[in-house]
T-cell receptor, first 115, second 113 residues
Framework: GAGVSQSPSNKVTEKGKDVELRCDPI?????LYWYRQSLGQGLEFLIY????????KSGLPSDRFSAERTGGSVSTLTIQRTQQEDSAVYLC?????????????FGPGTRLTVT | GNSVTQMEGPVTLSEEAFLTINCTYT??????LFWYVQYPGEGLQLLLK?????DKGSNKGFEATYRKETTSFHLEKGSVQVSDSAVYFC????????????FGTGTSLTVIP
């Protein structure tokens, strides 16, 4: 079956512009996660959704970052007034509900470059 | 807090050499432990996992044992191949934090013929 997909694969934007990153999880996966992978910072957790709810938003770096999920499926990560330090690869992952130790399936990522 | 400390890289080995990548963790609870691999130009994929103490995860010749007494989950392979060249990430998850992953910083491995 189809894996996690993300769009766009690459995004170049000017400082101060808003961007939207999209994630399509694996069908039937109720949990969805956003991470950021940047040089020197490793992989950092941003936010997760259980269904359409986001119980934990503590990883969002600032109030310029927001995310939503509709219909328990597609999620959008929005970055407003982008800054150069936002340049990174944004990864989305999804997993099914169930017992502990659930594997997360990762998308290919969106490479964001802020000029 | 919850965190993963991973062996600094990069690591360069000759083909057929023995590989160890160290990983230790700190967790407020009883975590599940994972190794993910990122091959050049590809996304993250699960290599192996273990969900309870003394479990051994294994895949593609790689192994890691969940050691609760030393809070470790070291990755090993007896004989590496050029195709194992990749970045390896150790991670933990906890049910009480939504099973989000806490990742190590990643270890880059290059295997030379």
């Amino acid at each position: 079956g189809a894996g996690v997909s993300q769009s766009p694969s690459n995004k170049v934007t000017e400082k101060g512009k808003d961007v939207e990153l999209r994630c399509d999880p694996i069908s039937g996966h109720t949990a969805l996660y956003w991470y950021r992978q940047s040089l020197g910072q490793g992989l950092e957790f941003l936010i997760y959704f259980q269904g359409n709810s986001a119980p934990d938003k503590s990883g969002l770096p600032s109030d310029r970052f927001s995310a939503e999920r509709t219909g328990g499926s597609v999620s959008t990560l929005t970055i407003q007034r982008t800054q150069q330090e936002d340049s990174a690869v944004y990864l989305c992952a999804s997993s099914s509900t169930g017992t502990r130790g659930r594997e997360q399936y990762f998308g290919p990522g969106t490479r964001l470059t802020v000029t | 807090g919850n965190s993963v400390t991973q062996m600094e890289g990069p690591v360069t080995l000759s083909e057929e050499a023995f590989l160890t990548i160290n990983c230790t963790y700190t967790a407020t609870g009883y975590p599940s432990l994972f190794w993910y691999v990122q091959y050049p130009g590809e996304g993250l994929q699960l290599l192996l996992k273990a969900t309870k103490a003394d479990d051994k995860g294994s895949n593609k010749g790689f192994e890691a044992t969940y050691r609760k007494e030393t809070t470790s989950f070291h990755l090993e392979k007896g004989s590496v191949q050029v195709s194992d060249s990749a970045v390896y990430f150790c991670a933990l998850s906890l049910p009480n934090t939504g099973n989000q992953f806490y990742f190590g910083t990643g270890t880059s491995l290059t295997v030379i013929p």
